[in-house]
């Protein structure tokens, strides 16, 4: 087998094989149950108290952010290229079930990172800058006790090495393609000026434009805390609202294959060879693993990388900051993503695009079968405005993902150095051939995540206590007319 080959395997077949599968439906199911399915018993609830509270004009002590600087920050995160990138190539590996066992993840997905952002509130700490620090190493270090740092130390290794790939190297690339490609389109000719290096040949425009993120980032990063703060929380809402408005535009205009789109997403769940109409090898078990992998990629629900935003939060009860984290995986997957999916699969179905089923795909897709309705060249102009926004907001809280990991392990000093080498791997990302880093990075991902789900578990007890105990006050309160 060639490194790439055995790179592939560990991805596919051990970081996100059976045994994470079965972990995050497990969790996701238990949690569900033990509160009652709280992430839809108690949604509205959950929208009233996120996204109905984003001008309560709340403010933060110093080492801290707002709880929706917090969310904004962790949704940067998670609000990336798996939004178009990696649910494209999760259709086209995986067929349209993978769409459906995407949303299965999500639904799930939803009380999982309640759970790990009430943990992370719980048990978080101050770091010696007065900065408030947690995620999922210190409810392992605190919930669990010493005899289980071991495993955050695992975690917080994992965590930090995947911020380079998964949070960085990738984003950027994608953010330098999709800008070259639209450059292109306007009669641009990024192709014209290569450099060879290392053995590797790449564009002078995307060296450029790998030095302008490293320096946009290394801003950011100066700033501390609050200016990663300041900058998600005007970011995400615009990358968002900009994104989601062209795939609305567009599906209404494809409206009459909405029919026949849900149809081949419930079919191609169960028997993905009917829904596409030929024998191209996708299994089940296929839709399955790349419908879990690339939502939970996307969301990070399970993950753990979120909960260390949030603890950074100005809010002091665990549950109020819990219910950002419901509203998170429900915006990131079952809003955003679902709309690439209608966007991919309605240009499928009305012959705007052929997808190469079995095979992987990139964001090129989506402008491709946006050009339908926008034309070739605004719509890679609208994929390269919103992937390039979604990979920089992701490269900006993955920074913050990074320190922490480090800082946990090294001390404020590894801190330092880890944002120095993350801000020149920047650059190298812009630059180089991603094919091994993409499942080198998800497959730390998946590693990271075991020991994550296994702390949820153990301290499972904690969360559903602190839950009871909040919505039991909230019912006392209503009682006697408060």
Aim: charged share 10%.
């Amino acid at each position: 087998m060639t490194f790439s080959e055995i790179i592939s395997y560990i991805d596919g077949e051990i970081a996100w094989g059976p045994v994470l599968l079965v972990l995050l439906f497990g969790v996701g199911l238990y949690f569900s149950f033990r509160t009652g399915f709280l992430q839809f018993r108690k949604f509205g609830f959950t929208m009233k108290n996120t996204i109905g509270k984003v001008f309560s004009g709340k403010k933060a002590e110093k080492g801290e952010l707002t709880p929706w600087q917090a969310v904004t920050t962790a949704l940067a995160a998670t609000v990336g290229t798996g939004n178009i990138a990696g649910v494209t190539g999760a259709i086209a590996i995986g067929g349209p079930g993978a769409v459906f066992w995407m949303w299965i993840s999500a639904l799930l997905g939803m009380v999982t990172k309640y759970a790990e952002v009430v943990l992370a509130v719980k048990y978080r700490e101050r770091n010696a800058a007065g900065e408030r620090v947690g995620g999922p190493m210190y409810y392992i270090k605190n919930g669990l006790g010493q005899k289980w740092k071991w495993m955050a130390v695992l975690f917080a290794l994992l965590g930090g090495l995947a911020s380079f790939g998964i949070g960085n190297a990738t984003q950027v690339n994608s953010i330098a393609s999709s800008i070259t490609n639209a450059i292109d389109a306007f009669g641009g000719n990024t192709g014209g000026a290569t450099i060879t290096l290392f053995g590797s040949t790449f564009t002078v425009a995307a060296l450029i434009i790998g030095i302008i993120v490293a320096l946009i980032v290394a801003l950011v990063i100066l700033g501390g805390l609050k200016a990663v703060g300041k900058v998600t929380e005007k970011l995400v809402p615009f990358m968002s609202i900009v994104y989601i408005l062209a795939a609305l535009v567009f599906i209404g205009f494809n409206f009459p294959q909405i029919g026949t789109v849900f149809g081949m997403i419930f079919k191609g769940a169960f028997d993905p060879q009917a829904a596409i109409g030929g024998a191209v090898g996708i299994t089940i078990m296929t839709a399955v693993q790349k419908g879990v992998s690339r939502g939970c990629f996307s969301n990070e629900a399970g993950l753990g990388s979120a909960p260390i935003a949030h603890a950074s939060s100005s809010e002091t009860d665990p549950v109020k900051q819990g219910v950002y984290g419901i509203f998170e995986v429900f915006m990131d997957t079952i809003v955003i993503c679902t709309l690439t999916s209608l966007v991919v699969l309605c240009g499928q179905t009305s012959g705007i695009i052929s997808i190469n089923w079995g095979s992987g795909a990139d964001g090129t897709l989506v402008a491709a079968s946006l050009s339908g309705v926008f034309g070739s060249k605004v719509s890679v102009l609208i994929i390269a405005v919103c992937l390039s926004l979604f990979a920089l907001s992701t490269i900006i809280s993955w920074s913050l993902y990074g320190a922490r990991c480090f800082e946990f392990v090294t001390g404020e000093k590894g801190a330092k150095v880890y944002r120095v080498l993350f801000v020149f791997v920047i650059i190298f990302g812009a630059v180089m051939s991603l094919d091994d880093v993409w499942n080198i990075a998800s497959a730390l991902n998946g590693f990271m995540a075991i020991p994550n789900l296994v702390a949820l578990l153990l301290l499972s007890p904690v969360v559903i206590k602190l839950t009871k105990e909040f919505f039991d006050k909230k019912k006392e309160k209503v009682q006697d007319g408060d």
